[in-house]
């Protein structure tokens, strides 16, 4: 099956259209196993519409999926897509697995916005282009959030009072889910454990980061909480602050206003704010060449990141494996080893020639004598949203 995997954004719009075959035509719990039974997969094309809006040289997401079908045209040999997948950021406490779309569905997905307001209705204005220019595609949405829908109240809980949480939806969600998901799949496979005896850590590593533990191979807890901000020191979000920081800005002369407050701790915090960059690659590198700066970004991220791993080892009941995903976890050496350095106590050791090695493969670093298996796990979101188009696409008849 020829699926589209959609990613919406307010002003743009990313795509891949990836060939799925030998998933099974059933729910979506199927095509999860499938990702583990070895299901066959490529990209077909892919590619990006920039611009959408008012302002941009596109109109609208309905004029942006004109452009979109003309180059599929010309890419696919005629071809034709079959199913549809949606990346959609939040989906509430309603959404636990990938779902089937329907007017119902989209209009839940708007609702949620108030929970993320760049990202949901954008996602919502891309499902309704697509009915109306292909009323007969099948779409299926994937939810960042739901993998985590099986914490645990007292993990999901903040201690607040308890109409902030019923009135106004305040609770830890996660994100990164359909991420987390794909790699403890990968990674029970590759260590040929079932997936329901998995006990480890998640550390998703790109320009935003999360940290997931996992229990049976379940999410039970997850840095990333109301919005993606909390947790870890990312490319240029703060992660975990006291919340008194907030009320400081706010008040005195120099008052902040609430849209202030969310650029310093989104766009100017981070690495960017300590190291002055975002980019990992410079600040190894000018670590290495003495600068301050960078050696304490990446202390800081490392050390934050270290915490959370004890932590997490601790709420699964002692982590069999450790996994790095996503830009930096993958590619980042010698991130990878100041984060292994601090977690001795635990009892893990780094194969520093394993670890050098450049490769899209699954692979092991940990060294021989280590506690707990250390792994890279190249992610791949996209491909586990066509698998789950295809298992629910699958469903229909
Ligand atoms: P996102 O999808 O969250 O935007 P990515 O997963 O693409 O982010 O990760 C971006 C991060 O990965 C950046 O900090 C970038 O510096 C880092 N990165 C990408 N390639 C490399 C590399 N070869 N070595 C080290 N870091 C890398």
Redesign the pocket.
């Known amino acids: 099956m020829l699926v589209l995997v959609i990613n919406s954004g307010s002003s743009s719009i990313k795509y891949q259209v990836r060939e799925v075959t030998g998933a099974p035509a059933g729910s979506a719990a199927d095509a999860a196993a499938a990702q583990v039974a070895g299901v066959e997969d490529a990209i077909l094309t892919k590619g990006l519409i920039e611009n959408i809006g008012s302002s941009g040289a596109v109109a609208d997401h309905a004029e942006a999926l004109d452009l979109l079908a003309a180059r599929l045209d010309e890419e696919l040999n005629g071809r034709e897509i079959d199913v549809v997948g949606h990346r959609v950021v939040h989906g509430g406490e309603r959404f636990s697995e990938p779902v089937l779309i329907d007017n119902e569905i989209v209009r839940t997905i708007e609702r949620l916005a108030p929970l993320a307001p760049l990202h949901n209705p954008a996602a919502a204005l891309g499902i309704r282009a697509i009915q109306k220019k292909w009323p007969h595609l099948p779409q299926v949405a994937v939810f960042d959030t739901a993998f985590h829908r099986t914490l645990p109240e007292r993990a999901w809980r903040y201690a607040i009072p308890d109409e902030l949480y019923r009135l106004r939806g305040i609770r830890r969600y996660g994100f990164h889910g359909t991420s987390h998901d794909y790699v403890t799949g990968r990674a029970a496979e590759h260590l040929g454990v079932p997936r329901e005896e998995l006990d480890g850590v998640v550390a998703?590593?790109?320009?935003?980061?999360s940290v997931t533990a996992i229990k049976g191979g379940a999410s039970v807890d997850t840095s990333m909480g109301y919005t993606p901000l909390a947790g870890l020191v990312?490319?240029t979000r703060s992660g975990d602050v006291d919340p008194s920081v907030l009320t400081a800005l706010m008040t005195g002369p120099d008052a902040y206003d609430a849209e202030q407050i969310d650029r310093v701790l989104n766009n100017e915090s981070g690495?960017l704010a300590i190291g002055g960059s975002?980019?990992?690659?410079?600040?190894?590198q000018r670590a290495e060449g003495g600068d301050e700066k960078a050696r304490l970004a990446l202390e800081m991220a490392a050390y934050r990141l270290v915490k959370y791993i004890g932590g997490y080892h601790v709420a699964v009941g002692g982590a069999r494996v450790l996994i790095f995903?996503?830009?930096?976890?993958?590619?980042?050496?010698?991130?990878r080893r100041l984060v292994v350095e601090g977690l001795g106590a635990l009892g893990v050791t780094l194969d520093e020639e394993a670890n050098a090695v450049?490769s899209d493969e699954i692979r092991e670093i940990s060294g021989p004598d280590s506690a707990i298996t250390v792994l890279v796990v190249p992610?791949d979101e996209e491909r586990a949203i066509a698998e789950a188009a295809v298992g629910l696409a699958g469903d229909r008849g």
Do not use: K, W, Y
């Not at 998703?204 to 980061?209: Q, S």
């Not at 975002?278 to 190894?284: A, G, H, K, Q, S």
């Open positions: 998703h590593l790109g320009n935003g980061a990312m490319g690495l975002n980019d990992m690659r410079e600040l190894v995903t996503a830009g930096i976890g993958e590619n980042s050496a010698p991130f450049r992610t």
